[in-house]
């Protein structure tokens, strides 16, 4: 179920979901469920929305167990600083894509298990090419953007502390940071920046440096609070299922998305 409220409209239905939560998801027998509010950025084939319509792997899973959720579900999109934030509140019931780190163990609860996987890389100029040879001190010298709000994992983290390393919000930005030369590398993931780069006409132009950095799991997450504790179990329970049916793989393979 989707909805096309103004930036106004659900803003002021975030807060008021805020402030419900709790009501709201312990609701006496025979009360109507509440819907639940689903809410991420723009992840390539796992989040997206074209002409009002949301499409993706989280959207496809979501709508296959909706059923088992108990309550009606709709989508909404947002930048992602701001998405993680409402579902930290608890303004949202469930945050699409993010990756564990330490500091969103400490505000969300995850999903039992991810349901997408994606190799960090290192993007540059095919006029500068790099080899990296997978240590950070290799990097002394390079100029890097990373994307704000992401998470690239421990090790990448203790490994640029002393480098030259700036932010950007996009991966557009970030792309077009690099074929400009303003910077020398750029940290991504595959999946998210191969289709922007034909839209930016960089093709030829930027290429993946072929040490992968990482490899990140995405998880379905929730607020960390116990009133969702009944929600997210049955959650856990029908998603587990739809992984171990085998629905998953055909999902990944059908979208061109990896899957643990």
Excluded: C
Excluded at 23 to 44: D, K, Q, Y
């Amino acid at each position: 179920m989707t909805r096309s409220d103004s930036p106004v409209d659900a803003a002021r239905r975030a807060l008021l979901l805020g402030a419900a939560a709790a009501l709201a998801l312990a609701l006496p027998a025979g009360a109507a469920p509440r819907e639940l509010l689903v809410v991420g950025a723009h992840f390539a084939r796992v989040y997206e929305r074209a002409n009002g319509e949301f499409s993706g792997m989280a959207v496809e899973i979501i709508r296959a167990i909706g059923g088992e959720l108990g309550q009606p579900v709709y989508f909404e999109l947002y930048p992602w600083a701001r998405a993680q934030s409402m579902v930290a509140q608890g303004q949202a019931d469930i945050l699409v894509g993010p990756y564990k780190s330490p500091e969103r163990l400490e505000l969300f609860t995850f999903s039992e298990r991810p349901f997408y996987q994606d190799q960090m890389v290192f993007f540059s100029r095919s006029s500068a090419p790099f080899a990296w040879d997978g240590t950070f001190s290799s990097l002394r010298g390079k100029r890097i953007v990373i994307i704000n709000g992401w998470a690239y994992g421990d090790e990448f983290n203790a490994g640029i502390k002393d480098l030259a390393v700036s932010v950007t919000n996009s991966v557009e930005s970030a792309l077009t940071m690099l074929a400009h030369g303003r910077v020398d590398l750029f940290a991504s993931n595959v999946r998210n920046t191969e289709p922007v780069i034909p839209l930016l006409a960089l093709e030829g132009k930027v290429v993946p440096v072929g040490r992968t950095i990482s490899l990140q799991r995405g998880f379905f997450a929730f607020p960390k609070r116990p009133e969702y504790d009944v929600m997210r179990s049955r959650f856990d329970r029908a998603f587990n299922a739809y992984v171990d049916s085998g629905e998953l793989r055909k999902l990944g393979k059908r979208l061109n998305v990896q899957v643990p």
